[in-house]
């Protein structure tokens, strides 16, 4: 995959950004969704910036370039608050070197609501029969079955969400990289119903369409057995 030849706005580059970590505001997401879906151009800068940060998901030890890190160094004294790096699709040991080094120089981590908009999100690959995330192992469930995955990068931070189905029903079980985030118990976001807690220095949410018990029933199941 080549860059993407046309020029893009700084602040619209900034808007791609937040959109592949999920940053973005959910109505900005919509409209900038749709105008990615209506743009070729926008779509192909879309997919370069998803397939660096997708790296993070698999991406090893790097040997950072020293250029680079001064380039994201430079950026990070500017933005002190948020930092959001646009990595153009400059070959695959570049993009990963790229992401690794947002994820350590990234300020705070993401928003609890982030974190559920993303699970809204479908599915990307099949769930593993191991599917676990810095060592902490998902959940197996008696009688919900794992349907599917889905890695996300939410400022700086690592996510992994693993889906799951019974008579109909889906959640969705998404652990967040350490450090754990503040905040626990039983949430709304826009009308979707969530539980949070802390696991083995891991915040994890279990989401979904359903009654709040079955939400608290499958977080306790999930703390219980480890």
Known sequence: MTEPETHLPPDLEAELVALTDGN??????????????????LAEALACQRAALAMLAT?????VP????????????????RL??????????????????????????????????AALRPATAEAAPREHIDGLAFPRYERWR?????????????????FY??????????????????????????????VQWTRAGHTCLVSGDVDPAVLVDLAAKSTAAG
């Open 24 to 41: 973005l505001r959910f109505e900005r997401r919509l409209e900038v969704e749709a105008r990615v879906a209506a743009e070729p151009a």
């Open 59 to 63: 991406a090893g030890a790097v040997t």
């Open 66 to 81: 020293p250029a680079l890190r001064a380039r994201v160094a430079g950026l990070q004294r500017r933005r002190r608050r």
């Open 84 to 117: 959001r790096v646009w990595i153009p699709a400059f070959g695959a040991a570049m993009a990963a070197a790229a992401a690794a080094v947002v994820l350590l120089v990234a300020s705070g981590g993401p928003r609890v609501e982030d974190v559920i908009t």
């Open 146 to 162: 794992a349907v599917g995955a889905r890695t996300d990068v939410i400022d700086g931070r690592a996510t992994r969400t693993v």
């Open 165 to 194: 189905e019974r008579r109909g029903r889906r959640v969705a079980y998404t652990i967040v990289a350490r450090p754990a985030l503040p905040g626990g118990g039983q949430l709304t976001f826009h009308g979707r119903r969530a």
